[in-house]
């Protein structure tokens, strides 16, 4: 089977770029397509689309000589071990259709599961227009407010990879700086003008009349169903936001209130600053609220200038505590989801998901653990709305290898294997890691790892070669996550844990 993280580290200088260079010289393929599913880690579909006939074998390769950083991307091998590693493995084709991925929000269909999450990238008319045009299903719009917002200069900040990629996303971004009577515009033309896609109008009010009102003033302009902004970090002063998120009493209260505007579905968007979500939850629901949606971003401080003594980002010497998102807090997000999702008292409600979700195999984890639909911010300011393609691509040929015949099968089907404590996993055997040699390139860094952070049962040999001692293993399984050459595996060797 071929390894994900080898072949996303053979492209790691790829750029991924607008019109890309490589694709505008290559005659036969779409080199930059196929990269970028790489990327995303959807290389089944990508070979789906190479044809049998090698293309490559001729080519003099000017998709590597147009490459904006010539030399450092091997385009042409990459294409070719998809076509030789990958696509003979293929189970099924790619589907033709997405009927699979149809799915709905509270009743109302929806092409797929996918939508852009209230935040910039769900903004003005035109950017959720490009993205419908895309193929995302809707757009839960940047929370609509009566009151006025002035954005400070720079409001985002990161922590990056070795790649250069962001892992953390930090920003002090506050709501909709349109009015209101903008937003509502922008609501008619979307919908006129794209019936079929979802309109996820999110809000945020000072007191129960507002709240009331701008549920009220959505449902009329056309939205589908209402958000409501219990989360947001950066608008905590004078009791918005996360304020309310972290009181249920509130929670409860502003649900109602805009239960008493709209008739349409009202989600609560609840805060991740909390010990546990579900005290929330279930208030909305006793609210009126018809489903729930999490995680929004995580409180945070991240980068320190160390000759300013400033955080990131820095505003005229300033910094603030601002919201932290990005593929960082995917475990977190999934660690709330799968709170709700085992909640009895939450059955029935639709759990709209996000946090850190850039891949389909990401959105399949949140779809496993009890999610219905799946929202998307930092992974397209990132890459862009292109990265719908492969979400809808990886997550259909998923659905089409395993046999399902719709994304609502997937719901919750992971929720059992998680438990609350770790008093429940059975601790009487030790499962053996498994040395691929063939792969091992001598680095040792199994060793070291072992030898400072684990139980000394590796040692490398004259000829740098990892020696493996079962009788010091543990099976804490360390080597098998440092290693950069993915050469250890978990093997099916167990044994009895000894007294």
């Keep these: 089977m071929f ?8 492209m790691i200088r790829c750029a991924l770029c607008e019109n890309a260079p490589c694709s505008n010289a290559c005659e036969g393929l779409d080199p930059a397509s196929l990269l970028r599913s790489v990327w995303f880690d ?25 490459c904006v950083r010539p030399g450092q991307v091997p385009i042409r091998r990459l294409l070719t071990r998809l076509r030789e590693e990958v696509r003979p493995l293929l189970e099924l084709p790619l589907p033709e259709d997405e009927e699979r991925l149809r799915t709905r929000f509270c009743g109302i269909p929806l092409e797929n599961p996918f939508l852009l999450s209230s935040s910039v990238v769900a903004s003005t008319y035109d950017m959720c227009a490009r993205a419908f045009e895309a193929g995302w299903a809707g757009a839960a719009f940047k929370t609509v407010c ?27 971004e506050q709501l909709s700086d349109h009015s209101v009577a903008e937003n509502m515009e922008i609501f008619r033309r979307l919908k006129r003008n794209y019936p079929t896609k979802f309109i996820l109008a999110s809000i945020m009010g000072q007191n129960d009349a507002e709240w009331e009102e701008l549920a009220r003033l959505c449902q009329e302009n056309g939205a589908d169903a209402i958000e409501l902004n219990f989360s947001c970090p950066n608008m905590a002063d004078g009791g918005l936001g996360s304020d309310i998120g972290q009181v249920p009493e509130l929670v409860k209260r502003f649900t109602a209130a805009a239960r008493r ?29 018809d489903g729930i949606a999490a995680i929004n971003t995580i409180k945070s401080v991240i980068g320190v200038n160390p000759h300013t003594y400033v955080s990131s980002p820095a505003v005229h010497g300033m910094s603030a505590v601002g919201g932290y998102s990005g593929s ?14 085992q909640n009895p008292t939450l059955t029935g409600m639709h759990l709209s998901a996000m946090g850190g979700v850039e891949s389909w195999q990401d959105a399949l984890e949140f779809l ?51 438990s609350e404590t770790t008093d429940v996993l059975e601790r009487d055997t030790v499962i053996i890691p498994k040395f691929h040699r063939e792969k091992c390139i001598g680095c040792g860094r199994c060793v070291i790892s072992c030898a400072d952070g684990g139980h000394q049962a590796i040692r490398l040999s004259e000829d740098r070669r990892p020696l493996f001692s079962a009788k010091q293993c543990v099976g804490c399984h360390l080597c098998v996550l440092v290693c950069p050459q993915r050469a250890i595996s978990s093997s099916r060797k167990r044994i009895t844990k000894r007294s």
């Design 261 to 289: 505007g709209a008739s349409i579905p009202i989600l609560a968007k609840l805060t991740p600053n909390v010990a546990r979500m579900s005290p929330a939850a279930e208030a909305a629901l006793q609210g009126g609220a």
């Design 328 to 341: 960082a807090v995917k475990p977190i997000a999934l660690r709330f989801l799968t709170e709700l999702g």
């Design 146 to 172: 009566s009151f006025e917002i002035h954005e400070a200069s720079p409001r985002f900040s990161a922590i990056t990879g070795s790649d250069g990629g962001i892992i953390g996303f930090k920003n002090v």
């Design 3 to 10: 390894d994900r993280k080898l072949y996303r580290a053979d």
């Design 42 to 66: 959807d290389e089944k579909a990508a070979a789906s689309r190479i044809p049998a006939a090698d293309l490559c074998a001729a080519c003099s390769a000017p998709c590597e000589r147009a």
């Design 368 to 418: 496993l653990l009890g999610a219905d639909s799946i929202q998307v911010t930092t992974a397209v300011m990132q890459y862009g709305y292109r990265i719908i393609d492969d979400l809808k691509a990886g997550l259909n040929l998923y659905l089409a290898e395993k046999g399902f015949q719709s994304v609502a099968e997937l719901k919750g089907l992971a929720l059992d294997s998680v």
